[in-house]
């Protein structure tokens, strides 16, 4: 029998920082991570020396890690973690920063993540990903991401009989949330006709199920409460959290995750259910990963979607707001930093730190996380919901 976990009773994520993205970027990985760094500690006031503790997500700082990010940053710390699970990285760095504060291995711990997108730098990424992917893929002739997840979504239409309109949906509202962020890479209105009429990527994806890489970072701080109380900063505590990896490894080709394994005991542990929810941010490369994400953490049973998602309002403002920053699809992905702008996302609508598209009431926010994807599925799973501290 699995042993109870311990809550996270006294810790809390406050200081949501990102750093304005960028299409193309001449600057250094190094370059994007302290520079949110650097803009976080300033936004709250803390000192680089009071940072004792330390998360680093990023592709492209290779072949330096969180070690050489620590001695270029000049920060002395007695905590440190690489976490390299990319869209998966913002929920695993929270869970790993909560349990040192709580075991006092550190007492402010800086959770950063984020990329540089030079000329050749996604390239340079794809060919070092997994070498794994590059084998499974090479004699098909499709190399990339947009390959491998045509692979998933044509798998999954198939198995559930799921028509485009439900991404389609997904990727219209997230761009309806982007145009009142200042900086998101996608700034016309997108509409469910123009999504349909978008040329074919890799089918059966288009064009507007495909984000766009781009150089950005985001980072936010984890200590204890009493802590951000002495400091005067707004901050949501955490009512549960969940990381499970390499989940239903036999199925031929994913259409589920580790969020369905673990859904039960998440749930418990968080003591509300689904409906409770005052908006969700799902990990979204490809719309198709954010449905498996709503199915596995049971906001509708599997293959239900279009009967969900399309009778409701998935925009800010909606009946089920959902990535109210515009999600990678309309915010861009900068690199790992698409496992951490749900999280940074959820911070600021919990604390009212939103502005135009602020969602009224917001005290509970669902954050799920997806990463790594090996060709046919993707690795790690993760997910957390979140409080706003009354």
Not at 10 to 35: C, D, E, I, K
Not at 53 to 79: I, M, N
Not at 321 to 343: C, D, E, V, Y
Request: charged residues 20%; aromatic residues 10%.
């Amino acid at each position: 029998m699995a042993q109870a976990r311990a809550n996270y009773e006294g810790v809390v994520l406050t200081a949501p920082m990102s750093l304005p993205y960028q299409r193309f970027s001449n600057q250094s990985a190094h370059w994007w991570l302290l520079g949110c760094l650097r803009e976080m500690l300033a936004s709250v006031a803390v000192r680089p020396d009071e940072i004792d503790g330390l998360t680093v997500s990023s592709f492209t700082l290779h072949p330096d890690s969180a070690v050489g990010f620590a001695q270029h940053s000049g920060l002395d710390l007695r905590w440190l973690e690489h976490i390299p699970m990319g869209g998966a990285s913002g929920i695993v760095a929270l869970q790993r920063a909560a349990r040192a504060v709580q075991c006092g291995d550190a007492n402010i711990i800086a959770c950063l993540a984020g990329d540089t997108n030079q000329l050749d730098s996604f390239r340079q990424t794809l060919s070092r990903f997994s070498n794994f992917s590059n084998d499974a893929a090479w004699p098909y002739g499709s190399g990339g991401a947009n390959g491998y997840f045509a692979l998933l979504t044509d798998y999954y239409m198939r198995r559930f009989d799921t028509p485009r309109e439900v991404f389609g949906k997904i990727a219209v509202d997230q761009r309806s949330n982007a145009l009142l962020l200042e900086g998101a890479m996608m700034t016309r209105p997108l509409s469910l006709e123009a999504y349909l009429s978008a040329r074919m990527i890799a089918s059966p994806l288009g064009l507007f199920d495909c984000v766009m890489p781009c150089a950005g970072s985001e980072s936010f701080l984890v200590m204890s409460e009493e802590t951000a109380r002495q400091r005067q900063l707004p901050f949501v505590r955490i009512k549960a959290m969940m990381e499970h990896h390499n989940a239903f490894a036999s199925d031929p080709v994913q259409f589920r995750g580790g969020w369905q394994k673990e859904q039960d005991r998440f749930w418990r542990d968080a003591g509300c259910s689904p409906p409770d929810m005052n908006l969700i941010q799902t990990y979204d490369d490809y719309p198709v990963i954010s449905v498996m994400q709503m199915e596995d953490l049971g906001f509708f049973p599997k293959g239900e979607a279009a009967d969900f998602l399309m009778s409701r309002d998935l925009t800010w403002q909606g009946d089920f707001p959902h990535n109210t920053s515009g999600g990678q699809l309309s915010a861009g992905q900068a690199g790992a930093a698409g496992g951490f702008i749900g999280l940074v996302e959820a911070v600021r609508q919990l604390t009212g730190q939103a502005g135009k598209r602020q969602v009224a009431a917001a005290r509970l926010g669902l954050v799920s996380g997806f990463g790594m994807v090996n060709y046919d599925r993707g690795v790690c799973s993760g997910a957390a919901v979140l409080e706003g501290a009354v």
